[in-house]
């Protein structure tokens, strides 16, 4: 059962801008951050952004000032919007969910990842 599907990578010109969105799964409970990551060829994974259930968010220094974290309770979305891109923010992103309950503990769940190519 695929639980986080990602949507609106692509290419974009340099100074452009993305929104990324994952749909995440009404049968993931007890989530506690929703959260993107990135991985360019040759590089580890690292995160982007991140948003706790409390509403505090984390931005990695590279993205500071240009991406933009949200959480659509409706449309159980979490979305990145990033601006100003640069060709440094290719990558693959990738949705990732934390969920924690009493009987299971903690579960990371991961999206399938989204291209984002940003060329000179």
């Known amino acids: 059962q695929v639980q986080l599907v990602e949507s609106g990578g692509g290419l974009v010109q340099a100074g452009g801008s993305l929104r990324l969105s994952c749909a995440v799964s009404?049968?993931?409970?007890?989530?506690?951050?929703m959260g993107w990551y990135r991985q360019a060829p040759g590089a580890q994974r690292e995160l982007v952004a991140a948003?706790?259930?409390?509403?505090?968010?984390s931005v990695a220094d590279s993205v500071k000032g240009r991406v933009t974290i949200s959480r659509d309770n409706a449309k159980n979305t979490v979305n990145l919007l990033m601006n100003s891109l640069k060709p440094e923010d290719t990558a693959v992103y990738y949705c990732?969910?934390?969920?924690?309950?009493?009987?299971?503990?903690?579960?990371?769940?991961w999206g399938q990842g989204t291209q984002v190519t940003v060329s000179s």
């Open positions: 948003l706790t259930s409390g509403g505090s968010t």
């Open positions: 009404r049968s993931i409970s007890g989530i506690v951050l």
């Open positions: 990732h969910v934390v969920s924690v309950m009493a009987l299971q503990g903690r579960r990371d769940y």
